[in-house]
């Protein structure tokens, strides 16, 4: 069965960085489209982040413009999440998703990883 791997959450104080990583396990979803998800506590899953397969298409929550950069490295089937001057607010669980759309959407991916958490203290 096809797993999402992240790895890279922590603690973190506020105006600091983190790098999250997705390493799928099988390397047909270099053709997929990757996105980022995050759930704080008693909030609903919200949409922080996607990339095309090439990495040519981007799109980006407003919460995270400027801050967090996607990126993708198909010979490593990896996709990163550069997270910089960190919040309070950002502190959720972090998801990775796999799909065949672009999208901005969680019912536009198929799989899903087991998350990572990140926490941002003021």
């Known amino acids: 069965q096809v797993q999402l791997v992240e790895s890279g959450g922590g603690l973190v104080q506020a105006g600091d960085s983190l790098r999250l990583s997705c390493a799928p396990s099988?390397?047909?979803?270099?053709?997929?489209?990757m996105g980022w998800f995050r759930q704080a506590p008693g909030k609903e899953r919200e949409f922080v982040v996607t990339?095309?397969?090439?990495?040519?298409?981007?799109y980006y929550a407003d919460s995270v413009k400027g801050r967090f950069t996607i990126s993708r490295d198909n010979a490593k089937n990896t996709v990163y999440l550069q997270m910089n001057n960190l919040k309070p607010e950002d502190t959720a669980v972090y998801y990775c998703a796999a799909g065949g759309a672009t999208s901005r959407s969680s019912r536009s991916y198929d799989l899903w990883g087991q998350g990572t958490q990140v926490t941002v203290s003021s």
């Open positions: 099988d390397s047909t979803f270099r053709s997929y489209s």
């Open positions: 990339i095309n397969w090439s990495g040519g298409t981007t």
